[in-house]
């Protein structure tokens, strides 16, 4: 049989407790400091004494500061999770919160207890404030702005009831004309039938004072030659009422003519001001006067201008036009102000007539034919700077027919590098040139 090991014996615990030697090694300790304390005179003999009393004020006091700083934490701690300040109806009827009474015992009153916690006068209240003037000042900006698109949107009703205004006077303007044209036609034909009826009767007096001396004999057939002398009286009686109905229809002409010329004044002036008018603007922003002529027109456009050039041509043939809206030529001029500001830059990326229809100039041509330039080189010449240039590109203004509703712009567009800067020039202002059409 194998032989068993030997189990070796559990080694024994120690005892948590003090050995006897600890313990009278720990008693000499304690009387060899009793007996130091006796020497120096610090042993008190208690011996005899009576133990002190509790303090129950203090302690209530202690307990009712223990319930103060507790409500606050709970003022507090509702404060930092709602973000608000919590009000008594908040803590009614719930266990989770202390009852609103607490504040009245501890504090004397709900406000007692806001006072002590003294939140108002904390960075919270003040950046809730803070939050709520931003809010409140946000919310009058955007009333502001909300105001300021009514305010442009009724800017840009005006606008396009004042373009449907100005179109309608303009047809208006075209239809007084063409009326005026046919009155002047009228008039014309009433004088001259008038003038007819004039020779007529003269002639027919002439004749009647011929026959009154052979009136004094009767004729061998009187009553033949009597019946003629009354229709000779009754054709100058009618001869002299058609001179009257002449002379009272050229009146009520002549007071047309004068209303349509009246009309003709005020609507030209209204186009005058549209004119001048910029795009979408409302006509009570208008401040400026139209010019009264072409020349002044062009005068003001060279004195604005900071890219447009103007040849002393310009001024010339801007003297001698009749147009009728010199304030469409200022705009057009503005107009072309900033076209030549984009020419000057240097590459567009697009054509001068499409830059220009950009701009809103509609009636702008790119150049003039070879034949019109070859027949009429004078006119079509001008002088700039010391150099002869001729004109190319032009802008038609106007409607309608006669220098006094149509004119041109024209222009020399240079490209430089011959020492004269690259920009657009204004060479004439006003009459149509001759070209292969006139």
Known sequence: MAKQKRRKPKPQQRSSEPT??????????AKAEDEALEELGLMLDLE???????DVIAGVDARDQIDRLELLLAYYRWTVLTGTTPLPEDWEGTEDWPHPD?????????????DSSRIEDGLLIELVDKALDAHAQLKARGEELDRRA????????????????????SQRRDELISRAQEAEGARDRALGESQRLRERA???????????PEAQAPPPDFDDWLQGFEQ??????????????LHARLEELATERER????????SRLLAAADTDTEGAPAEAQAEEPPATVLEAVERAAAEAGHLRFAPRAFETAADSPFRRPGLVLKTLRQLDELAAKFEAGDMGMSLSQAAAGLGITQYKQGVSALARTRYEKDYTFSYDGRELLVGPHVGLGSGSGAAFVARIYLHAHEGGDGLDRGLIVAVVGRH????TT
């Open 20 to 29: 006897v030697a600890q313990q009278r090694e720990e008693w000499r300790r």
């Open 232 to 245: 000779q009286l009754a054709a100058q009686a009618a001869t002299e009422a058609a001179r009257d109905e």
């Open 102 to 114: 607490a504040a009245n015992t501890l504090f004397g009153s709900w406000d007692g207890l806001v």
């Open 433 to 436: 040139l001759p070209d292969t």
């Open 260 to 267: 349509d010329r009246q009309t003709i004044t005020e609507l």
């Open 48 to 54: 005899g004494r009576e133990p002190p009393k509790y």
């Open 202 to 212: 003269a002639a027919l007096e002439a004749q009647l004072a011929e026959e009154q």
């Open 150 to 169: 009514r305010g442009m949107d009724e800017d840009a009703t005006k606008g396009a009831e004042l373009r449907r205004q100005v179109e309608l006077a």
